[in-house]
């Protein structure tokens, strides 16, 4: 079965450090990787995407992500965390030709000062 | 700055009630899907419509659940009668070519 995977229900950083937020995927065929944010009381917002091509994807707010095909996984990096990062974070893939994105279970991070 | 509107953005009923929500996708998306979202099961696709026509629906209760486009700009999606269960944020989203790209922000629903 199609599945997004985060390992890390929460991540705690301090502000300045820097951040990895782990997703692994279980598809058939490479999909559509995305990443979201999304803040207390808001809609998702979406941070970058890879459909194909360069496997280092540069995202809004800093983010990056990095697909990796031998380890099904697309993590995504900042190297300096601010605090207004702080939010729950979503893996989702969309299998390529189809239409229902899957999410992960999300990643709440949390920043310290 | 496009994006899409919900409304409304919260709503509290008792047991029993019918509750509408509505989604106003971006302007010249042509697609429109809705997700529900608990603490419990995550994010889950309920209905996706293409070109206003309801392609999937699996993800929604049948029996109580109903979801529309009467046209380009309007989206509905209808509980009736609601229930205690269906507690939850519920998403609109829209994109195009069949790609979801923006989400709206969300109606909260609260039944007592």
């Known amino acids: 079965a199609q599945s997004v995977t985060q390992p890390d229900i929460h991540i705690t950083v301090s502000e300045g450090a820097s951040l990895e937020l782990r997703c692994n995927y279980s598809?058939?065929?490479?999909?559509?990787l995305f990443w979201y944010v999304q803040s207390p009381g808001q809609g998702l917002q979406l941070l970058l995407k890879?459909?194909?091509?360069?496997?280092l994807v540069q995202g809004i707010k800093g983010f990056e992500a990095e697909f990796k095909r031998s380890q099904s996984s697309f993590n995504l990096r900042k190297p300096s965390v601010h605090w207004s990062d702080a939010a729950e974070y979503f893996c989702?893939?969309?299998?390529?030709?189809?239409?229902?994105?899957?999410f992960g279970a999300g990643t709440r991070l949390f920043v310290k000062a | 700055d496009a994006r899409v509107t919900q409304t409304p953005r919260h709503k509290v009923t008792e047991m029993g009630q019918e509750v509408t929500m509505r989604c106003q996708p971006i302007?010249?998306?042509?697609?429109v899907f809705w997700y529900r979202q608990t603490m419990m099961q995550g994010l889950e696709l309920l209905a996706y419509?293409?070109?206003?026509?309801?392609?999937?629906d699996s993800g929604m209760p049948k029996d109580r659940f109903s979801a529309e486009m009467p046209d380009a700009t309007l989206a509905t999606l209808k509980i009736q009668p609601s229930e205690p269960r269906d507690s939850a944020v519920y998403f609109c989203?829209?994109?195009?070519?069949?790609?979801?790209?923006?989400f709206g922000q969300g109606t909260r629903l609260t039944v007592v």
């Open positions: 989203a829209s994109g195009a070519r069949g790609r979801l790209a923006f």
């Open positions: 598809y058939g065929a490479t999909p559509y």
């Open positions: 890879y459909f194909s091509g360069d496997t």
């Open positions: 989702a893939a969309l299998h390529t030709g189809g239409f229902k994105t899957i």
């Open positions: 302007l010249g998306h042509n697609t």
């Open positions: 419509f293409r070109n206003r026509a309801p392609l999937d």
